[in-house]
């Protein structure tokens, strides 16, 4: 037991550099497996949540150019939105790498700044953008289906109080359009808390043996020769993460319709997958 | 009644292996040139291919090689998906704990640091194979270990940036540096570390009667001298031979 | 391939590149997006089989049965499916060859020695003796069958929900006519799902589509690990030395995949409006009206 603690201490930080340098070798233990493979879930937890905080601005945004008549606006948006949805989010992982591993070293000329590239190629920056910009296209097709389902009658009433604009979309369409958007949207945020996983086994290369929960997972399948164990922890993390991301959600559904007597009061799966 | 059937299954087993040579799959890597790599026509070919045809030869056995990711080359081994594991691997002692080796079929060979201008920093960012020797060696010299799944990727790393350099198996990075019109360096003085025992067929624990014909068939080549000449016929005239 | 390819030394430009692209490798690389597209076209069907049944487990009045489906189908919400191909396939292939060894095996020697996993000779899948070809198609075929768990848990949610929404009146008034529980399923239930499974199905299809490339990851030799071997720079040792020109065998990849999942759309869009006539959805209704 005071070895585990020892275990604990060495290793719960390791996913970002914090303990231990070397990871375990030989002799193995059930303690340092989950310890190692939960420290690696630091790193999901922060793709998961920052893409998901970005890539909601992003996806608003983007769901606004969609339904624009605006053929400037709509068009790109449309574009970008085919290409992230079309595509796999693995090849995505792939190319952004090869892509971004070309941007000069020594960083580019901006009005004679020079803006420094190279922590681009990094996992947690280049990575991170992917899968803001992937959550994003998902999240804009979403929202976008949303806009469109506004009810006509509050438009109207919207109208009729005068009004127009900025205000409208703010107090009235926007409420509504997340309203309706939300078992979709939480049934997403899953889908891409899951998606982190791939982030070491894509392009994104581990710096320092600092990788995700799969990444020691698989450390510890390929040295034990057993896959039965690390992989069964990984799950069960994730069960407990998805279990968590459900219940957030729910609060936050739950004020979205906190108006609406009777409205449902849990999120209720929708079995149209969106991804 | 049952003891005597289940001999006369046994005898029928051994009998039956006794017939013709015996199959044996060798596992390699298929991307770490000249070692082993996936020729043009889309077919294994390299020093470890030609090297195995000529073992399995002397040694009377029917082989055939498979290609295998590095990452999963070892368990791949120990759950019997092949027999044999011919991947330019080093014994170690690591290693030993999980298969075991045959003599080793190269003297212990140099490993070298390769970068883009020769006084590189070694205890910077250093890319290497993942679970190779040379990545165990980086991450107890106190550099900053970058993993790449196969070595093409490792030397990709430094010509774009991503690490400072590569360490690597010498004879594997020799080609790579030789033909970059000095793109790519040797780190001076780093080109000639020694880390590992030898390269070796990697087998099965419990698989002592194949350990032996290796290492027999390894013997009769050091004997006659066709290890050494094979081996400068793939490594050039300045390789380490025996 | 071709004899003016003999020496690709000699060549350059234009001529160069034919070669280049019309090596054997290159031959490899095409047929196994034959490799991705075989695999989709068979664990689609398989898949759906196993939603099917998933579905209908999960909906079972006894117990057991549903507890078992419900876990199925819940099973693929709370854990990536990366992990599940992780997973599967090795022990689908112990668990094969294990049972092999109960049968054909000398049952004194012990399977797990030490961190070995050893069967005899004659239990191994596939038998050593057998052709690389052979050896490749169990892996592929292993990877489907982990496809089609994976999937067929996807499809099994999309099935229950497209159950439930099939208008209880429906079921009812076939009720009245004097069906059986059975015939109920047989005849109306069954039928009359699919229009509300389509658009699910649909989008299953495009994960499906879009989780092709992870077969990489299982050790197929398919469309991703080609690129990679190909686009890695090449030195002399090859035939045809070039630089890293990994991102151009991506790119085209990416393209493989948006043609793929816009052709599907296209494909779907069409089912869409078939199975929509004479339903009593919104779709169904435009077109009644249209029609009329």
Same mark, same amino acid.
């Given at each position: ?23 375990? #070798?030989?002799?193995?233990? +059930? ?8 420290? &690696? ?6 793709? &998961?949540? +920052?893409?998901?905080?970005? &890539? ?9 150019? #969609? ?60 990575? +991170? ?23 006509? &009658? ?16 703010? #107090? ?104 | 009644?049952?003891? $005597? ?132 060696? $980086? ?24 690490? %400072? ?31 590992? %025992? ?32 094979? $081996? ?11 | ?114 961190? @070995? ?103 197929? @030799? ?71």
């Amino acid at each position: 037991m005071s070895q585990c603690l020892q275990t604990v201490q060495d290793y719960a930080l390791r996913a970002i550099g914090i303990g231990e340098k070397l990871l375990p #070798r030989s002799d193995f233990t +059930l303690c340092q497996q989950v310890t190692l493979i939960g420290s &690696g879930l630091i790193w999901n937890l922060y793709f &998961g949540f +920052l893409a998901l905080f970005f &890539g909601f601005f992003l996806a608003n945004a983007l769901a606004v150019a #969609r339904f624009s008549r605006n053929p400037w606006l709509r068009k790109p948006a449309e574009w970008f939105i085919f290409v992230f949805r079309g595509s796999p989010l693995f090849i995505q992982f792939f190319v952004a790498y090869e892509a971004l591993v070309q941007l000069p070293r020594a960083g580019i000329d901006v009005l004679g700044i020079t803006v420094a590239t190279s922590w681009m190629t990094k996992a947690w920056a280049g990575a +991170l953008l992917v899968l803001m910009l992937n959550t994003a296209a998902y999240s804009a097709e979403i929202f976008y289906g949303a806009l469109r389902n506004v009810p006509k &009658g509050e438009l109207e009433a919207a109208d009729a109080y005068g009004m127009t604009g900025w205000r409208r979309y703010r #107090r009235i369409v926007w409420p509504t359009a997340m309203r309706l958007a939300w078992p979709a949207y939480t049934n997403e945020a899953i889908f891409l808390v899951h998606a982190t996983t791939l982030v070491f086994f894509s392009g994104f290369p581990a710096f320092r043996q600092q990788g995700d929960a799969l990444y020691y997972a698989s450390y510890f399948a390929d040295k034990t020769f057993n896959p039965f164990v690390a992989y069964p922890i990984v799950a069960g993390y994730f069960i407990l993460l998805t279990l968590c991301l459900i219940g957030l959600f729910g609060v936050v559904n739950r004020r979205l319709n906190r108006h609406l007597p009777g409205a449902a009061k849990r999120l209720r799966y929708r079995p149209n997958l969106i991804r | 009644m049952k003891k $005597i059937m289940l001999a006369a299954a046994a005898a029928l087993a051994l009998t039956a292996g006794m017939g013709m040579a015996q199959n044996v799959r060798i596992g390699t890597e298929g991307a770490y040139p000249p070692y082993n790599f996936v020729n043009d026509k889309g077919e294994l070919d390299g020093f470890e291919i030609e090297l195995g045809n000529e073992l399995c030869k002397r040694a009377e056995l029917q082989c055939t090689f498979v290609k295998n990711d590095w990452d999963s080359i070892i368990p791949n081994l120990v759950s019997s998906n092949y027999d044999a594991i011919m991947a330019g691997m080093n014994i170690s002692d690591e290693r030993k704990k999980a298969i075991q080796f045959s003599e080793a079929y190269t003297p212990p060979p140099l490993s070298a640091y390769a970068a883009l201008s020769p006084d590189a920093d070694i205890k910077g960012v250093v890319a290497a194979q993942t679970n190779t020797i040379q990545a165990g060696y $980086i991450a107890e010299s106190g550099a900053t270990l970058v993993e790449f799944p196969t070595g093409e990727e490792t030397i990709a790393a430094v010509r774009n940036g991503e690490a %400072e350099a590569v360490f690597a198996d010498r004879d594997f990075l020799a080609a790579s540096v030789n033909e970059s019109n000095g793109e790519l360096v040797w780190i001076e003085g780093q080109d000639k570390v020694v880390v590992g %025992e030898g390269i070796a067929i990697g087998l099965r624990k419990s698989d002592t009667e194949l350990k032996g014909k290796f290492d027999k068939a390894i013997e009769s080549m050091k004997a006659d001298g066709s290890l050494n000449a094979m $081996i400068r016929k793939w490594y050039g005239e300045e390789a380490l031979i025996f | 391939m071709f004899a003016s390819c003999a020496d690709p030394k000699t060549l350059e430009g234009l001529a160069w590149l034919m070669c280049y692209l019309s090596s054997g490798k290159h031959v490899l690389f095409y047929l196994s997006f034959g490799t991705v597209i075989l695999l989709l076209l068979i664990t689609a069907p398989v898949a759906l089989l196993f939603g099917f049944g998933g579905a209908l487990a999960a909906r079972s009045r006894i117990a057991p049965l549903r507890w078992f489906g419900k876990v199925y189908t819940s099973m693929v919400r709370g854990v990536p499916d990366i992990i599940f191909f992780l997973f599967v396939p090795i022990a689908l292939d112990q668990g094969f060859e294990w049972l092999r060894a109960k049968v054909f095996c000398d049952p004194s020697i012990p399977i797990r020695q030490g961190n @070995e996993f050893l069967v005899c000779a004659a239990a191994k899948l596939p038998l050593s003796t057998s052709p690389a070809w052979v050896h490749q198609l169990y892996g592929i075929a292993l990877a489907i069958i982990a496809f089609s768990i994976v999937f067929g848990a996807f499809a099994a949610n999309v099935l229950r929900g497209a159950m439930d929404a099939v208008p209880r009146a429906q079921l009812e008034t076939a009720e009245a006519y004097g069906m059986s529980p059975r015939q109920v399923s047989r005849r109306i239930l069954i039928p009359q799902m699919w229009t509300y499974a389509l658009p699910g199905l649909g989008n299953l299809w495009m994960i499906l589509v879009k989780a092709t490339p992870l077969l990489f990851i299982l050790g197929v @030799e398919d469309i991703v690990y080609w690129a990679r071997e190909l686009g890695g720079s090449k030195t002399s040792a090859y035939a045809y030395p070039h630089p890293d020109w990994r991102i151009y065998y991506f790119l085209a990849i990416l393209v493989f995949y948006l043609l793929m999942t816009w052709g599907s759309e296209r494909i779907f869009d069409r089912i869409r409006s078939r199975l929509s006539r004479g339903q009593a959805t919104a779709a169904g209704e435009a077109m009644r009206k249209a029609a009329t």
